[in-house]
């Protein structure tokens, strides 16, 4: 089945830019989906298709993908951004809907 | 507002038998597909099967496929994850997703939204 690789922890000072990748076999033939989960909290969609952002996401929320890495990039990052990270994509085999490890992200 | 509510957490024994719900509200519950994610304590996300509403047309991921039944009541727009004889492996919390498809057969499928969850306590 299809593996996506994201690193475990990401680290980022309020106000810097912080950036998640989420690594596949060629992922950047594939639509990329991220998620956030906040802590205690259900997951929520904040990019599709690599790069849309849903309604009432912050602009601050973009993403790209290319070759074998996706990345998710989070602006001028805020407190309220500490959450874990999943990149999630469509796959043709029999375990079609999967999801990166997952990144914890940490505000300084 | 799109909606998914899922049903209170549980503590069960091993080999008992659960069943949890998903209801939708603020869509046409039959459009979507819904799907069920297991989350395991301080684990990530793990897909685990799907049904279609509309006509009760399941998949599931092979390592669930045999352990674990999805279903559905359109009449009520709910869907239903249930266990014949739980273990405490399955302890989890496990969250249900509209799933929307954009491009059959290809990976422009995401989920939005997700339940609030239901905690499953398996435990002696």
């Known amino acids: 089945s299809y593996v996506l690789t994201q690193p475990p922890s990401v680290s980022v000072a309020p106000g810097k830019t912080a950036r998640i990748t989420c690594g596949g076999n060629?992922?950047?033939?594939?639509?990329v989906h991220w998620y956030q989960q906040k802590p205690g909290q259900a997951p929520v969609l904040v990019i599709y298709y690599d790069s849309d952002r849903p309604s009432g996401i912050p602009e601050r929320f973009s993403g790209s993908n290319s070759g074998n890495t996706a990345t998710l990039t989070i602006s001028r990052v805020e407190a309220g951004d500490e959450a874990d990270y999943y990149c999630?994509?469509?796959?043709?085999?029999?375990?079609?809907?999967?999801f990166g490890t997952g990144t914890k992200v940490t505000v300084l | 507002e799109v909606q998914l509510v899922q049903s209170g957490a549980e503590v069960k024994k091993p080999g008992e038998s659960l069943r949890i719900s998903c209801k939708g509200s603020?869509?046409?519950?039959?459009?979507?597909?819904i799907s069920w994610v297991r989350q395991m304590p301080g684990k990530g996300l793990e897909w685990m099967g799907r049904?279609?509403?509309?006509?009760?047309?399941?998949n599931y991921s092979p390592s669930f496929q045999g352990h674990v039944t999805i279903s559905a009541d359109k009449s009520i727009s709910t869907a239903y994850l249930q266990w014949s004889s739980l273990k405490a492996s399955d302890t989890a919390m496990y969250y249900c997703?509209?799933?929307?498809?954009?491009?059959?057969?290809?990976?422009?499928?995401?989920?939005?939204?997700w339940g609030q969850g239901t905690l499953v306590t398996v435990s002696s």
């Open positions: 049904i279609d509403p509309s006509d009760s047309y399941t």
């Open positions: 603020g869509y046409s519950f039959t459009s979507y597909w």
């Open positions: 060629n992922i950047g033939s594939k639509s």
């Open positions: 997703a509209r799933l929307i498809i954009a491009v059959a057969g290809t990976s422009r499928a995401w989920f939005d939204p």
């Open positions: 999630q994509v469509w796959d043709s085999s029999s375990d079609p809907y999967v």
